[in-house]
């Protein structure tokens, strides 16, 4: 861009001379050298971020003005970061700060008191997780009792300092179990480790739990000589190398979950299927694993390849939704729907989806409502599975509401076990 500059000048030395951009200390100031360093590698660009050579001198404001930088020039040289977060607050439910980390020192610590009276005056129908005030940009999440927040003056990416948000949460569940505001207070060590680790100048590191307890543990003993983990510096950070095994052996699980709006008259409005995948991998190495689904889209492309042979009606199903584990290459089951992957080491979810489809309810309810007296009222409650006689379902539990003030409820049933649930405002059957 200095050459570009250069060039420029040049060509109007035949012509009248370009007027300069009046700059009362370009006369008295020294010229500036830039030295572009070489391509750092990919490994160590979190340690290279700490030094900033070129980049903090072409976006420091006293550089552009003492050394007379053009403003154009400044603008192209400073491209926005994707994603960096200022500082991380960890705060209680009156705003109050419990532990906090200044990553980049570019905004004022106190600027967690316009997020405190922003939470509390704002409505319960109100509230915004990403705001902007006075060029501050506010990101926060909510868990339990605790407020969990970003701040950022840079143009960065919402989403992204979002999902590193929650991904902190659930490294605080992990080496927490409870995530509130006691198990932050009483972890202050382990909570300070975490967030220095997970993020380093405002940019995302590690936030595998499994990857982390391998050198940040709750013992008060530390290793004399530090080394960082292969999986740090490896492309699979969600699994250690020289993982060992007696057996290999791999478990996949299917759970569902169906989802039924019905009309007072019984008619079915809508009906969907929210279902994950889980996982319990305890395999030896890298191992790679590929998994097939009966998606139509699937099918569809195999159909129009072989001419219509790859169809199965009544066999596909579309899914909508689909959220997958880190470790799935996206690439490859965009190409052609195979879900590939290396898995990490102990029970995971492999991915989750949605299928909108028209399902018959497994077990079918029929209420009847009959009031004798403005005192006491009658229901009549009915069960009727729909699934095949070779299937069983187990636990199956019907919640009956009745009024909050309802006093003494006597009931009777055919079949099952019935009580009464206070807390619950319901008849539990």
């Known amino acids: ?36 360093p070489p391509r750092p590698n990919r490994r160590l660009v979190a340690n290279r971020l700490r030094s900033r050579p070129l980049c903090c001198a072409l976006r420091s404001s006293h550089c552009s003005r003492a050394q007379g930088f053009p403003q154009a020039c400044l603008e192209q040289a400073a491209p926005a970061a994707k994603m960096t977060a200022s500082a991380v607050f960890i705060l209680d439910m009156k705003g109050k700060v419990i532990i ?6 570019d905004v004022p610590m106190n600027c967690v008191e ?14 915004r997780p990403v705001w902007l005030e006075h060029g501050t940009t506010y990101i926060y999440i909510k868990y339990n009792n605790l407020y969990i927040m970003a701040v950022t003056q840079r143009n960065s990416n919402a989403a992204m300092i979002l999902l590193f948000l929650y991904r902190l949460v659930e490294v605080f569940k992990d080496y927490f179990k409870e995530l509130e505001e006691e198990s932050i207070r009483d972890n202050f060590v382990i909570t300070y480790e975490l967030m220095d680790e997970m993020m380093d100048f405002g940019y995302p590191q590690v936030s595998e739990p499994k ?15 530090v080394k960082p983990p292969m999986a740090v510096t490896n492309a699979v950070s969600w699994r250690s190398e020289g993982i060992k095994h007696r057996k290999n ?69 579309e899914m909508e939704d689909i959220k997958f584990h880190q470790c799935v290459r996206l690439a490859r089951f965009e190409n052609d729907r195979t879900i590939s992957f290396i898995p990490p080491d102990g029970e995971f979810e492999l991915m989750s989806y949605r299928l909108n489809t028209q399902v018959k309810p497994l077990i079918w309810i029929e209420a009847v409502v009959e009031p004798h007296s403005h005192s006491r009222i009658e229901y009549m ?14 636990n199956v539990e019907i919640v009956v509401p009745v009024p909050a003030d309802a006093d003494t409820p006597s009931f009777k049933t055919s079949i099952g076990t019935v009580k009464y649930a206070p807390e619950r405002d319901a008849i539990v059957w």
């Open 249 to 317: 052996e791999i478990f996949l699980d299917v759970v569902e979950r169906l989802n039924l709006l019905v009309a007072a008259n019984g008619t079915l409005l809508r009906s969907e299927i929210l279902g994950s995948l889980k996982m319990r991998s305890y395999l030896s190495g890298m191992p790679e694993l590929k998994l097939g689904l009966n998606d139509k889209l699937l099918f569809e492309a195999t159909g129009r390849r072989t001419g219509g042979r790859g169809l199965s009606k009544g066999k596909a199903v």
């Open 100 to 105: 906090s980390r200044n990553y980049r020192g």
């Open 1 to 36: 861009k200095l050459l570009r500059a250069a060039t420029e000048s040049s060509r109007h030395k035949g012509g009248s001379p370009r007027q300069p951009p009046p700059n009362p200390t370009a006369a008295t100031s020294p010229p500036c050298r830039v030295t572009v």
């Open 381 to 394: 409650i009915k069960a009727k599975s729909q699934f095949k006689q070779r299937s069983t379902a187990n």
């Open 114 to 127: 316009r997020f405190s009276g922003h939470v509390l005056e704002a409505e319960a129908n109100d509230e």
């Open 211 to 225: 990857i982390l307890r391998e050198y940040i543990t709750q013992e008060a003993h530390k290793l004399e000589v």
